[in-house]
């Protein structure tokens, strides 16, 4: 159940709960596509709409290891939490093995044969740790904070990262119907076509991200931290 606390009109609002998110990018310095997901249409929050793999933070996130040459402090501040920064990298790169079978660091073939390991007695950050992908979750870059407007009855914090990747998606067809490599400019045009749904901040990213003309330039323009706001506010940034 969600928390609620009251907005500034003396409404209840829910509290946002934490969330992380992956932007996969492929295309070196010769094209530039991102992975997108297309959710179920009954689902309760964004039906239908095409999302970048992503979830709420689950507590095995935060009991997963802390990730080699991951500053704690730096990165709380970057996140705007109070501790466990390193939940937010695990759950991001866990959601896109779940909903897409592809992870940072793994090539197709092997993030498959990890998600079939991963059970009730399996933890996935022993799975993935055991593939060495800490190495690719230090190198994935913080790229936004989102925060769901206080109206949405169901609110989340959304910490966005993104990570070079490649190799076809696959999904289960049940949280997640569809997924494909997209150019920003394609998504950007189905969308006005009426042909490819998507909600607000993906739209707002999607524009950012066609400013560029290959992979290589836009995991660079992330790493820098150029578009990271100054702090996130209630409203989408």
């Not at 966005?160 to 997924?179: L, N, R, S, T």
Request: hydrophobic share 45%; with cysteine; aromatic share 8%.
């Amino acid at each position: 159940m969600l928390d609620r606390k009251h907005s500034a009109g003396g409404e209840q609002a829910a509290t946002p709960v934490d969330a992380a998110a992956v932007v996969l990018v492929r295309g070196g310095d010769s094209a530039l596509e991102v992975l997108m997901a297309q959710r179920r249409k009954k689902a309760s929050f964004a039906p239908g709409a095409w999302v970048f793999p992503g979830g709420i933070v689950e507590p095995q996130d935060r009991n997963a290891p802390a990730i080699p040459g991951l500053d704690a402090s730096t990165a709380c501040q970057q996140l705007v939490c109070q501790t466990e920064p390193h939940a937010y990298w695990w759950a991001a790169a866990r959601e896109a093995l779940e909903e897409v079978r592809l992870a940072p660091g793994l090539d197709a073939q092997t993030a498959r044969e990890i998600f079939a390991e991963l059970g009730d007695d399996q933890n996935f950050a022993d799975l993935l740790g055991a593939a060495g992908i800490q190495g690719a979750l230090a190198d994935m870059a913080f790229c936004g904070y989102l925060v769901t407007p206080p109206q949405s009855p169901r609110r989340y914090a959304t910490r966005f990262f993104m990570a070079a990747c490649d190799g076809e998606p696959q999904v289960d067809g049940d949280e997640i119907i569809a997924a494909r490599w997209i150019s920003p400019d394609d998504a950007l045009t189905a969308y006005a076509d009426g042909e490819f749904p998507i909600i607000f901040p993906q739209l707002m990213q999607l524009r950012r991200y066609a400013e560029f003309t290959n992979a290589t330039a836009l995991l660079d323009w992330a790493s820098s931290g150029a578009g990271l706001p100054a702090a996130p506010g209630d409203e989408f940034v």
